[in-house]
């Protein structure tokens, strides 16, 4: 069966830096869409960047360019999300999610969970300040 597996969450202080991954098995997303979503307590789950099959493309939002990049390792079947100068808004559970419908370019349409078939069981990351 398919599975997204996250890794690299935990608990740091307000400007450090983590690095999340995603391992897909199952199936491959090489020619997919992927991307990252978080989830903070009490809030709706919120799309944070995305990366288009080829890896030359890529979105995030607003809150987190210049701070994080998303990117993918076509050949090992994983993603994942650099995340530097961290802020205590940042802590949430974070997702990642894979499109595994549509042809490989990446739309604005993927900031919407709905535009994603597959998802990971979460890695919580904290921020303290």
């Known amino acids: 069966q398919v599975q997204l597996v996250e890794s690299g969450g935990g608990l740091v202080q307000a400007g450090d830096s983590l690095r999340l991954s995603c391992a897909a098995s199952?199936?491959?997303?090489?020619?997919?869409?992927m991307g990252w979503f978080r989830q903070a307590p009490g809030k709706e789950r919120e799309f944070v960047a995305a990366?288009?099959?080829?890896?030359?493309?890529?979105y995030y939002t607003n809150s987190v360019k210049g701070r994080f990049t998303i990117s993918r390792d076509r050949a090992k079947n994983t993603l994942y999300l650099q995340m530097n100068s961290l802020k205590p808004e940042d802590t949430a559970v974070y997702y990642c999610?894979?499109?595994?419908?549509?042809?490989?370019?990446?739309?604005?349409?993927?900031?919407?969970?709905?535009?994603?078939?597959?998802w990971g069981q979460g890695t919580q990351v904290t921020v303290s300040s």
């Open positions: 990366i288009s099959g080829s890896g030359d493309s890529t």
């Open positions: 199952g199936r491959t997303f090489s020619n997919h869409v």
């Open positions: 999610a894979a499109d595994g419908t549509r042809p490989e370019t990446l739309v604005v349409f993927h900031k919407l969970a709905s535009w994603y078939d597959y």
